[in-house]
């Protein structure tokens, strides 16, 4: 089956620290993975994407993932978090299984304490 | 430019009236979805259309759902008879597709439903 987690709710950090998001993915098929923030009241906003070529992708506002096949993961990084990064994120996984199928985590809140 | 314009932006209206929602997608994108985002929650999918393919209905909750996309272009989402668990934000976005499967969607800011 196919499937993807993200591995925290919730995250909490301080502005100026390192932010971690976990992603892992179930996929039988080569995927596309995506990760997309969606601050209140808006629609989602596509922060970067995999597909197939370099592993380590580089994304907005200063985040990159880096696609590890081996552990099935695509976790979400930025250096130094900033207020305005306080949002909800959503790791997207896109596979072809004879017509195209997308799978949406159930999505990580992101707080930055001043 | 112009990005997924969605409407109205929100949306109150008495349980068992019946409503529709407005998607107007980027120009030349084939690909476009309906999606369902209960509070809370993460994004439920609805509807797909792939251009003048027949649209993959499997994510409908029930036959109160519908949805048209005419000309290709602008989709409306219709749910009859409403009712108070369809309270929730209904995001539409779009994509180039064929080929470009692999194409990021684009989405809308959605419309936010309430049923009283």
């Known amino acids: 089956a196919q499937s993807v987690t993200q591995l925290d709710s919730h995250v909490s950090v301080s502005e100026g620290t390192p932010v971690l998001l976990r992603c892992n993915y179930s996929?039988?098929?080569?995927?596309?993975l995506f990760w997309y923030v969606q601050h209140p009241n808006k629609g989602l906003q596509l922060l970067l994407k995999?597909?197939?070529?370099?592993?380590l992708v580089k994304g907005i506002n200063g985040f990159e993932a880096e696609f590890k096949k081996s552990e099935t993961s695509f976790h979400l990084t930025k250096p130094s978090a900033h207020m305005s990064d306080a949002a909800e994120y959503f790791c997207?996984?896109?596979?072809?299984?004879?017509?195209?199928?997308?799978?949406f985590g159930a999505g990580t809140r992101l707080f930055v304490k001043a | 430019g112009a990005g997924v314009s969605q409407s109205p932006s929100n949306k109150v209206t008495e349980k068992g009236k019946d409503v529709e929602l407005r998607c107007d997608p980027i120009?030349?994108?084939?690909?476009l979805y309906w999606y369902r985002q209960s509070l809370g929650q993460g994004l439920e999918f609805l509807i797909y259309?792939?251009?003048?393919?027949?649209?993959?209905k499997s994510g409908l909750p029930s036959d109160r759902f519908s949805a048209e996309r005419t000309g290709g272009s602008v989709s409306t989402l219709t749910i009859q008879r409403t009712q108070q668990e369809d309270s929730a934000v209904y995001l539409c976005?779009?994509?180039?597709?064929?080929?470009?499967?692999?194409?990021?969607?684009?989405f809308g800011d959605g419309t936010r439903l309430s049923i009283l």
């Open positions: 996929s039988s098929y080569s995927p596309s």
């Open positions: 259309f792939q251009g003048n393919s027949a649209p993959d």
């Open positions: 995999y597909t197939s070529a370099a592993t």
């Open positions: 997207v996984v896109r596979i072809n299984t004879g017509g195209f199928k997308t799978i």
């Open positions: 120009s030349g994108h084939t690909a």
């Open positions: 976005a779009s994509s180039l597709g064929g080929t470009g499967g692999y194409q990021p969607q684009h």
